[in-house]
Nanobody
Framework: VQLVESGGGWVQPGGSLRLSCATS????????MSWYRQAPGKERELLVS????????NYAGSVKGRFAISRDNAKNTVYLQMNSLKPEDTAVYYC????????WGQGTQVTVSS
C-alpha cells in the first residue's frame, strides 16, 4: 500500500491550496478515504471523509465550509481543496483509508502565515 501526498506549501492567510493523494496497492474505488492533519505538539485530527462513490462526505467542524474533498477513482487519487486558509491550518496533511491501514504516507506540509 502506498499513500503519497503532495501539493502543500506556504500560503498567506486567506489563500488556497489543493492537495493530492496518489494511492496504490489496494482497491481504491471501494475504499472510504479521508484526510487528516497533525500540527506540532498536537494529535492527528480527522478532517473529512468521502465514501467510495463520493456520495457521502463528512467534514469536521473546523474545516466545514472552507475545505472540499473529492476523488477520482480512475486515477486512484483523492484531493483536498483548501480555501480561506488560516494560520491554525498549519500542519502536516495526510490521506488515509477508513479503516486505517496502520501505516501512513510522508504527508505534505502546509504552512499558513503572513
Amino acid at each position: 500500500v502506498q499513500l503519497v501526498e503532495s501539493g502543500g506549501g506556504w500560503v498567506q492567510p486567506g489563500g488556497s491550496l489543493r492537495l493530492s493523494c496518489a494511492t496504490s496497492g489496494f482497491t481504491f474505488s471501494s475504499a472510504i478515504m479521508s484526510w487528516y492533519r497533525q500540527a506540532p505538539g498536537k494529535e492527528r485530527e480527522l478532517l473529512v471523509s468521502i465514501s467510495s462513490t463520493g456520495g457521502t462526505i463528512n467534514y469536521a467542524g473546523s474545516v466545514k465550509g472552507r475545505f472540499a474533498i473529492s476523488r477520482d477513482n480512475a486515477k486512484n487519487t483523492v484531493y483536498l481543496q483548501m480555501n480561506s486558509l488560516k494560520p491554525e491550518d498549519t500542519a502536516v496533511y495526510y490521506c488515509q483509508r477508513i479503516p486505517s491501514f496502520g501505516s501512513w504516507g510522508q504527508g505534505t506540509q502546509v504552512t499558513v502565515s503572513s
